[in-house]
């Protein structure tokens, strides 16, 4: 992949400020005299996600 879609999955929040590359930066909007500090992530998914695999707690000892 190259230019933005390499990060379209990507959404952790601190990640954008390793984003350098002045051709997604001016892709998304970025003035060139700017640089992402953290991404504000704004929206809702198409799709809802399954819900994560839950465990029980592992009780190490009892008082």
């Not at 590359?21 to 991404?39: F, Q």
């Not at 704004?42 to 000892?61: F, M, Q, T, V």
């Amino acid at each position: 992949m190259q230019g933005i879609e390499a990060y379209a999955n990507i959404n952790w929040i601190g990640l954008g400020m390793h984003i350098r590359d002045r051709k997604i930066l001016e892709e998304i909007g970025v003035h060139l005299d700017c640089h992402v500090v953290a991404p504000i992530i704004i929206g809702y998914r198409n799709s809802k996600p399954p819900a994560s695999e839950r465990h029980a707690p592992d009780i190490l000892k009892i008082i």
